[in-house]
């Protein structure tokens, strides 16, 4: 069956950092790799999308990769602040199909 | 917009009873999403509507979860009867798209149910 890893434990960085987070799949090629944030007691939120024929995607501070050899993506955020502080989901979608990986939590410390 | 809408946000229970959960979706997204979020098993899809037409229900645990959306604003996830184990936190998300993938999805605010 289709899988996401997903670095279950905590990320802490130094603010003004870059943080990198690691979403692996397996079984599955998907045709899209989204990536979620999530604040304790809300819903997620959605951040980017990326298509699998794209290596790179960014929005302002955010930068994402999808490397479909390795069935990676990679999420980075550049400058970090401690608004940043989050749990980060990344997600494979296609035809009629979401899975959701069960998310990074990240703290920024100032 | 007011974003997707789903009531109550809290619900507890006791193991037996029938617990019905609601979710208005942003008016002119035709997909509908039902996921159910435990910290051991994260987010899970339950069940995806298109056009207020279940397309994929192979996510609903058992029978004793169905879904319905009767119309393009409204849908409903009813648990009969509950088990503890159905405790957990129940999102529905819309997006606009026709199942391809490709729309990012509208998350509520999700409905934390505790069954005792």
């Known amino acids: 069956s289709q899988k996401i890893e997903q670095n279950s434990e905590a990320l802490n960085i130094q603010e003004g950092k870059t943080a990198t987070l690691t979403c692996n799949y397996t079984?599955?090629?998907?045709?899209?790799l989204q990536w979620y944030r999530q604040d304790p007691g809300r819903g997620p939120v959605f951040l980017l999308l990326?298509?699998?024929?794209?290596k790179e995607k960014r929005k302002e501070r955010l930068k994402v990769t999808f490397d479909t050899t390795l069935k990676q993506s990679l999420f980075h955020i550049t400058a970090s602040q401690p608004a940043d502080s989050a749990t980060y989901l990344c997600?494979?979608?296609?035809?009629?199909?979401?899975?959701f990986g069960t998310g990074t939590r990240l703290k920024v410390l100032a | 917009d007011a974003g997707v809408i789903q009531s109550p946000r809290h619900e507890v229970t006791e193991m037996g009873q029938e617990v019905t959960l609601r979710c208005k979706p942003i008016?002119?997204?035709?997909?509908l999403f039902w996921y159910r979020q435990t910290m051991m098993r994260g987010l899970e899809l339950l069940i995806y509507?298109?056009?207020?037409?279940?397309?994929?229900d192979s996510g609903m645990p058992e029978d004793r979860f169905s879904a319905k959306m009767p119309n393009a604003s409204f849908s409903t996830l009813k648990i009969q009867p509950s088990e503890p184990r159905d405790s957990a936190v129940y999102f529905c998300?819309?997006?606009?798209?026709?199942?391809?993938?490709?729309?990012?999805?509208?998350f509520g605010p999700g409905t934390r149910l505790t069954v005792t």
């Open positions: 990326i298509r699998e024929n794209e």
């Open positions: 509507f298109n056009n207020n037409v279940p397309i994929d």
């Open positions: 079984n599955y090629s998907p045709a899209y």
């Open positions: 008016s002119g997204h035709n997909s």
């Open positions: 998300a819309s997006s606009r798209g026709a199942g391809q993938g490709a729309s990012e999805q509208y």
């Open positions: 997600a494979l979608s296609g035809t009629y199909k979401y899975i």
